[in-house]
């Protein structure tokens, strides 16, 4: 059992998320789960990773960070990005990742809760790979919903005869909830049942 706490990073925290985002990039499933890719990450400079971790008007990263001694120190992550149309303003949730060891136990479910319930009442949305099959289930889960939109997913040309691969969006209708909060802290102990 892993004790942890969901917390938005400052910018001293660059290093454990940058270590946390090249784990995500190199995971096995990083081609379905991220458009980032490693070899691009690896070479970001000291200030993207602060300007990352830094919480700001229009962007927030929230972490599982490991309250045991042993064990890595993220233990997952989150970004919510402010995004504003005609129509209005969503958050966009990108990055979503636990590390493997911790997948199906209920961290990310945690996490992604935890995100809506800063989003000050908007609409949540996010993209999922249209095979990312075990992602689009916890997101349906937590009763986000297909939009019929998608968007071919970035990177290298398909092969010949082959259509290019999409990300399917799915959405959170707004709800209310509490206001942006990007200071509040919950502290959560991690049962193997995933509750």
């Not at 660059?14 to 890719?37: G, K």
């Not at 000291?46 to 120190?73: H, I, K, M, S, Y």
Request: with cysteine; aromatic share 6%.
């Amino acid at each position: 059992m892993a004790a942890f706490v969901v917390r938005h990073t400052e910018a001293r925290d660059w290093r454990a998320l940058r270590v946390l985002r090249l784990t995500a990039l190199r995971d096995p499933v990083a081609p379905l789960a991220f458009y980032e890719r490693y070899r691009d990450a690896l070479r970001l400079p000291r200030e993207e990773w602060q300007r990352r971790a830094a919480p700001r008007a229009d962007a927030l990263t929230l972490v599982a960070e490991n309250l045991r001694e042993e064990g890595p120190t993220l233990l997952g992550m989150v970004v919510l990005l402010v995004r504003t149309e005609d129509s209005g303003s969503h958050v966009q949730l990108v990055g979503v990742y636990a590390r493997s060891e911790y997948r199906g136990t209920g961290l990310a479910r945690k996490l992604l809760r935890e995100a809506v319930d800063r989003t000050a009442g908007r609409e949540v949305r996010l993209f999922v790979h249209e095979r990312n099959h075990r992602a689009a289930r916890c997101y349906a889960a937590l009763g986000f919903e297909p939009t019929g939109r998608s968007e071919e997913v970035p990177g290298d040309p398909p092969l010949p005869g082959r259509e290019p691969e999409r990300a399917l969006e799915m959405a959170l209708p707004p709800r209310p909830t509490a206001a942006w909060s990007p200071t509040r802290a919950t502290t959560g102990v991690f049962l193997p049942d995933g509750g």
